[in-house]
């Protein structure tokens, strides 16, 4: 069965730098095929896809997003890491980890989410 | 604006059909993407609910249905239940972005 989880906090501030972990099982991210992206959603508006990151450790980026996403994997602790610099509080939104199926571009399953507010 | 265009709301009565469409372009759904379905009660994330644009995961009652046909896609869901209130989205992949892409969602309203 395949698990993810979001962590990070909660608030953070303008111009902040964001670092949000998920972490997951039930896969491993050695194996060929295998991705894990974020997604997120602001409150009552619709999802975004943000960045992947492949087995391989290619990195995919959101073409608006690029300049301020890093997405990093460590496969010995289960996680992937996404960080977000220039906090603004048009990011406030549920940030979404999911693994992508290695068969066809869908997410399945995602994680919970996690509430990050951006206000000072 | 998102890059797939999705109806903002649909609503139909307990029992009845509804479909929700899911336009994009030749970079996307056109260029031959499969195009995936999530459902998101309120409060919750998003569950797949069709992948490779007609196939329905495991758990998924075949009430839930896909269709792609060039450029657009369409999930119909039939017997509607009060249980299927839901926002609905696609996604698909554009090769012009070189992203994964999702439309704006539809709200489904059982009345």
């Known amino acids: 069965q395949i698990t993810l989880k979001e962590s990070g906090p909660t608030l953070v501030n303008p111009t902040q730098t964001l670092t949000l972990t998920c972490s997951f099982s039930?896969?491993?991210?050695?194996?060929?095929?295998?991705?894990v992206g974020w997604i997120r959603q602001p409150p009552g508006k619709a999802l975004e896809w943000l960045a992947l990151i492949f087995w391989n450790d290619d990195q995919r980026y959101s073409p608006s997003l690029k300049s301020r996403l890093t997405i990093t994997k460590d496969t010995s602790k289960n996680q992937v890491v996404l960080t977000m610099t220039n906090m603004d509080p048009v990011d406030t939104a549920t940030y979404y980890c999911?693994?992508?199926?290695?068969?066809?571009?869908?997410?399945?399953?995602w994680g919970q989410g996690t509430l990050v507010t951006v206000s000072s | 604006q998102s890059v797939l265009t999705q109806p903002p709301s649909v609503s139909g009565a307990p029992g009845q059909r509804v479909t929700v469409s899911c336009t994009g372009n030749?970079?996307?759904?056109?260029?031959?993407?499969?195009v995936c379905w999530y459902q998101q009660p309120p409060g919750t994330a998003p569950k797949l609910l069709i992948y490779a644009s007609t196939n329905r995961p495991s758990g998924v009652p075949d009430r839930f249905s896909g269709s792609k046909s060039g450029t657009s896609a369409s999930l119909a869901i039939s017997g509607l239940q009060a249980e299927d209130e839901a926002d609905y989205y696609c996604q698909s992949y554009d090769s012009s972005l070189r992203a994964w892409v999702f439309g704006g969602g539809t709200k489904l309203t059982v009345l």
């Open positions: 030749s970079s996307n759904i056109g260029a031959g993407y499969d």
């Open positions: 039930g896969f491993s991210l050695m194996t060929s095929g295998v991705g």
């Open positions: 999911a693994h992508r199926r290695t068969s066809d571009n869908a997410f399945d399953p």
